[in-house]
């Protein structure tokens, strides 16, 4: 027979182990710090960048929001946040904001597809900001961040953080290596292209755990970063944002030529039927073609008089005038492409059927 005292002692251990299980379940460990097994960053000098940030616009923030007797963070100017990233930074101050375009708009590819740079200088005083995307500059979507950093004591003005307890804030790396974004977290958003990405927001996260300045994660936890930091250099210090994937068809300036100032479709990937949406900034004659991978047209519509402003376009030949996938569809699990022409020009969005 196995004394009482074992038993108990075993199931303690049990006890314990799945408590442990549990845990790391629930805040479990996301990528650690540059030259770690498994960290995301990447290098500023990396061969995996195509392009980097062409303009900035600053929205600054107070030094310390809970004093605004100091004034606004004044640290750099928006062309320290152009270019390639090299250490130089424009400082957003609590709660401040920078949008960034670029030359193309940013494309959902395989893996990542752009990285934000801030300038810690040890990997573990890290001051974080939200990342957002825009298609048309007036709905911004924001990555869903998570922080599993303690909420209880507030991170001291130098204090440090953790990076494997933060995943989807910008400033998780130290300088000159970037955080990592992929645009497929954003997938089915409506009103977001994730293949045609012209803006892309930096705001800076307002550390205090004090619930009147709290910022918060996905969850609704409060992010706890050093805080505060009452300096002409306060808040997020934004270095440049880094484009791994370009979308490869029209750019910004052929879609403004096209007369055409928001497209995307949606669902996509595509789910029982899909549309097209679009905002002319002038009317004209209009028509939507299909094009499969190989360039093949697989569907047209007639040509039709748009007003300006916005408008919807049903695409296929199924139920309702709308595209049915599948065996019975006219549209195979695949890459296509629709291509909305109108008087000037035409603009190109990537659909995905699966199935």
Not at 27 to 34: D, I, L, S, Y
Request: net charge negative; aromatic share 12%.
């Amino acid at each position: 027979m196995i004394p009482m005292k074992r038993i108990f002692k075993w199931t303690n251990w049990l006890t314990i182990w799945w408590l442990l299980l549990s845990t790391f379940n629930v805040f479990g460990q996301f990528a650690p710090g540059v030259g770690s097994v498994g960290t995301t960053a990447i290098g500023a000098d990396s061969n995996v960048f195509v392009a980097w940030a062409k303009s900035c616009v600053l929205n600054r923030g107070p030094q310390n929001i809970a004093d605004l007797s100091l004034g606004l963070a004044t640290a750099g100017d928006t062309s320290l946040a152009l270019g390639k990233a090299d250490g130089q930074t424009a400082s957003l101050g609590d709660g401040g904001s920078a949008i960034l375009t670029f030359n193309k708009p940013i494309a959902n590819g395989l893996g990542w597809d752009f990285a934000v740079f801030e300038n810690s200088f040890d990997g573990a005083f890290l001051e974080l900001g939200f990342v957002e995307v825009s298609s048309d500059g007036v709905n911004y979507f924001r990555f869903p961040a998570t922080s599993h950093t303690e909420d209880t004591l507030q991170i001291g003005t130098f204090g440090d953080i953790d990076p494997t307890q933060i995943n989807n804030l910008a400033g998780k790396y130290k300088i000159l290596y970037g955080t990592p974004f992929d645009l497929q977290d954003l997938v089915g958003m409506p009103g977001l292209n994730i293949d045609s990405i012209v803006y892309v927001k930096i705001i800076d996260v307002v550390g205090s755990i004090n619930k009147a300045f709290a910022t918060y994660d996905q969850n609704g936890r409060i992010i706890n970063d050093p805080w505060p930091t009452p300096f002409a250099s306060s808040g997020f210090d934004l270095d440049a944002v880094g484009v791994i994937h370009q979308y490869k068809g029209a750019t910004g300036i052929a879609e403004i030529n096209a007369g055409v100032k928001y497209c995307s479709l949606y669902p996509n990937p595509y789910c029982s039927e899909t549309e097209f949406h679009f905002s002319l900034t002038a009317p004209s004659k209009i028509s939507v073609v299909v094009t499969d991978a190989l360039g093949r047209t697989v569907w047209r519509s007639s040509e039709s008089l748009a007003p300006v402003g916005n408008g919807s376009f049903a695409i296929g030949g199924g139920v309702n005038g709308k595209l049915r996938a599948g065996a019975n569809g006219n549209f195979r699990r695949g890459v296509y492409f629709v291509h909305l022409q109108t008087e000037t020009g035409e603009v190109v969005r990537k659909l995905i059927v699966n199935d």
